[in-house]
């Protein structure tokens, strides 16, 4: 216990933060039902989370160098738990979207640690072990996510997804207090809290105008002094981070065709791989009638080959260009998306096997890639800060991705339907629009040919960032190595 309970308390973090990224896909349509909640209700429940998540990385890893990276994490779990228990016992659509943002406070606080304080407890081979062990956690969380969650709500209730996540943080945070010693990053930091407030204000604004542009319109007042606000947010950000002594990010990083090549690929990755999938499910199991055990189980081939080429890649690629395995794993995924673009007024789940599949192989060889590559691309003074960066990317890239792909969704089925009607199938109430009468086929026929339109896209920006990291990620040195001395910085989710 003395030895490995750091590395069980972390990973039981690990586990319950990015469990939560996709073990909600499943419950959508029940919460939907439950809360009365519309389709941008269900965008925001994954948004908020995805954009907490995304828009504080940075600055709670650049605070936790100061105040104590342990003391932050167990906040972090603390506060996580108390929001898990609070989106359990949402009453409304509100309260539930205000509690996965708070969920998603508490989920940087744990991530942006947990590398941090693994790389001060572990050394030499102990750490590579830690490492890789952590890595399959991780892969693990994102594979069976679907299918615990499809199981809790066809068991007890989707609110047992957020309330499963309480008895795991107790332990957790019983293990971190006994087991994991305290450690701090460099001293004489300042916290860069004009450039967190300025990025978080750029991330929130922007994806609220493209949630809000399918019922508005793109040119609407409304939509447009949101997109205005966004603008002048990233503005306030690109100025602090040149003026302040430390940077959040620091933007010469991107004159290097390298970095800025990999943090495209970030931000495409999480889009092209997993942005489509809650609209998937909704499909599954409002239009086709699946439960949601069955439509977990439906989309679990991505995850599951995900984590298998990621397992088996790292022995078998170990040596071959970071670019390569990024840039093929991206127009794979490009590739399997768009092969899941074939549904029609017939189609059910089998239709999407082997799209996701390919999009699965093109996920394991890319994901393990990413932060390695950043890392590769800067001096390894700023290693710290390009892995952060990598992470911040992808989670902005999903809530992105999941906002402008439900634009393009209702828009899609609107063609057919109608603003209204498109709206409300897209956010689960095929059965009342069944009820109203509007023709089965008709309403099959709708949604397919809106998710078929949302896959393309999908697909599209998967495989331009794919071509993209092989054009720009060129000449980069080699990664610093897990059992090295430069770990702990390379490491630092900041």
């Given at each position: 216990?003395?030895?490995?309970?750091?590395?069980?308390?972390?990973?039981?973090?690990?586990?319950?933060?990015?469990?939560?990224?996709?073990?909600?896909?499943?419950?959508?349509?029940?919460?939907?039902?439950?809360?009365?909640?519309?389709?941008?209700?269900?965008?925001?429940?994954?948004?908020?989370?995805?954009?907490?998540?995304?828009?504080?990385?940075?600055?709670?890893?650049?605070?936790?160098?100061?105040?104590?990276?342990?003391?932050?994490?167990?906040?972090?779990?603390?506060?996580?738990?108390?929001?898990?228990?609070?989106?359990?016992?949402?009453?409304?659509?509100?309260?539930?979207?205000?509690?996965?943002?708070?969920?998603?406070?508490?989920?940087?606080?744990?991530?942006?640690?947990?590398?941090?304080?693994?790389?001060?407890?572990?050394?030499?081979?102990?750490?590579?072990?830690?490492?890789?062990?952590?890595?399959?956690?991780?892969?693990?969380?994102?594979?069976?996510?679907?299918?615990?969650?499809?199981?809790?709500?066809?068991?007890?209730?989707?609110?047992?997804?957020?309330?499963?996540?309480?008895?795991?943080?107790?332990?957790?945070?019983?293990?971190?207090?006994?087991?994991?010693?305290?450690?701090?990053?460099?001293?004489?930091?300042?916290?860069?809290?004009?450039?967190?407030?300025?990025?978080?204000?750029?991330?929130?604004?922007?994806?609220?105008?493209?949630?809000?542009?399918g019922s508005l319109g793109w040119t609407s007042g409304r939509t447009l002094a949101t997109f205005g606000i966004a603008a002048?947010?990233?503005?306030?950000?690109?100025?602090?981070?040149?003026?302040?002594?430390?940077?959040?990010?620091?933007?010469?990083?991107?004159?290097?065709?390298?970095?800025?090549?990999?943090?495209?690929?970030?931000?495409?990755?999480?889009?092209?791989?997993?942005?489509?999938?809650?609209?998937?499910?909704?499909?599954?199991?409002?239009?086709?009638g699946l439960s949601p055990v069955q439509g977990g189980l439906a989309l679990l081939p991505l995850a599951a080959t995900a984590?298998?080429?990621?397992?088996?890649?790292?022995?078998?690629?170990?040596?071959?260009?970071?670019?390569?395995?990024?840039?093929?794993?991206?127009?794979?995924?490009?590739?399997?998306?768009?092969?899941?673009?074939?549904?029609?007024?017939?189609?059910?789940w089998p239709a999407l096997l082997p799209g996701l599949i390919v999009a699965g192989i093109g996920t394991g060889l890319a994901?393990?890639?990413?932060?390695?590559?950043?890392?590769?691309?800067?001096?390894?003074?700023?290693?710290?800060?390009?892995?952060?960066?990598?992470?911040?990317?992808?989670?902005?890239?999903?809530?992105?991705?999941?906002?402008?792909?439900?634009?393009?969704?209702?828009?899609?089925?609107?063609?057919?339907?109608?603003?209204?009607?498109?709206?409300?199938?897209?956010?689960?109430?095929?059965?009342?629009?069944?009820?109203?009468?509007?023709?089965?086929?008709?309403?099959?026929?709708?949604?397919?040919?809106?998710?078929?339109?949302?896959?393309?896209?999908?697909?599209?920006?998967?495989?331009?960032?794919?071509?993209?990291?092989?054009?720009?990620?060129?000449?980069?040195?080699?990664?610093?190595?897990?059992?090295?001395?430069?770990?702990?910085?390379?490491?630092?989710?900041?």
């Amino acid at each position: 216990m003395r030895k490995w309970g750091p590395l069980t308390a972390v990973c039981l973090g690990t586990f319950m933060l990015l469990l939560d990224v996709t073990i909600v896909i499943v419950a959508l349509p029940d919460m939907a039902r439950v809360l009365d909640a519309s389709l941008s209700d269900l965008q925001w429940v994954i948004d908020g989370y995805a954009l907490a998540l995304a828009a504080l990385l940075l600055g709670i890893g650049a605070a936790a160098d100061l105040l104590g990276r342990r003391r932050v994490h167990v906040a972090g779990v603390v506060l996580f738990a108390v929001a898990s228990l609070g989106c359990g016992l949402a009453s409304s659509p509100a309260l539930l979207v205000a509690a996965r943002g708070i969920q998603g406070v508490g989920a940087a606080a744990m991530f942006a640690t947990t590398l941090p304080l693994l790389a001060s407890v572990y050394r030499g081979k102990d750490r590579s072990v830690a490492l890789g062990l952590w890595g399959a956690v991780s892969g693990g969380a994102a594979a069976i996510g679907p299918v615990v969650g499809g199981l809790l709500t066809e068991g007890p209730g989707w609110r047992w997804i957020f309330f499963v996540n309480l008895p795991v943080s107790v332990a957790a945070i019983w293990l971190t207090v006994r087991t994991v010693p305290e450690s701090h990053g460099a001293r004489g930091r300042r916290i860069d809290w004009a450039g967190t407030v300025s990025f978080a204000v750029f991330a929130a604004a922007a994806t609220y105008a493209v949630v809000r542009a399918g019922s508005l319109g793109w040119t609407s007042g409304r939509t447009l002094a949101t997109f205005g606000i966004a603008a002048l947010a990233l503005l306030c950000f690109v100025l602090v981070e040149r003026r302040v002594a430390h940077p959040l990010l620091e933007l010469s990083l991107f004159r290097k065709s390298a970095f800025t090549g990999v943090m495209a690929g970030a931000l495409a990755y999480n889009l092209a791989a997993f942005a489509v999938l809650p609209y998937t499910s909704i499909w599954l199991q409002t239009v086709l009638g699946l439960s949601p055990v069955q439509g977990g189980l439906a989309l679990l081939p991505l995850a599951a080959t995900a984590f298998v080429v990621a397992a088996a890649g790292g022995k078998l690629l170990h040596g071959v260009q970071p670019r390569l395995t990024i840039g093929v794993g991206l127009a794979l995924i490009g590739v399997g998306t768009l092969g899941q673009a074939v549904l029609g007024a017939g189609s059910s789940w089998p239709a999407l096997l082997p799209g996701l599949i390919v999009a699965g192989i093109g996920t394991g060889l890319a994901s393990p890639a990413l932060a390695g590559a950043a890392l590769a691309s800067v001096p390894p003074e700023r290693a710290g800060m390009a892995g952060g960066a990598v992470n911040t990317f992808r989670q902005l890239g999903y809530a992105f991705g999941v906002a402008v792909l439900g634009t393009v969704l209702t828009s899609r089925i609107g063609e057919t339907l109608g603003e209204e009607q498109s709206h409300a199938l897209a956010g689960g109430g095929a059965s009342g629009l069944r009820s109203a009468g509007v023709p089965e086929h008709a309403l099959r026929a709708a949604f397919a040919s809106g998710l078929n339109t949302a896959a393309v896209v999908a697909g599209v920006v998967g495989v331009v960032a794919g071509a993209a990291v092989l054009l720009l990620v060129r000449g980069e040195r080699k990664a610093p190595e897990a059992a090295g001395g430069a770990v702990p910085e390379v490491v630092r989710a900041r």
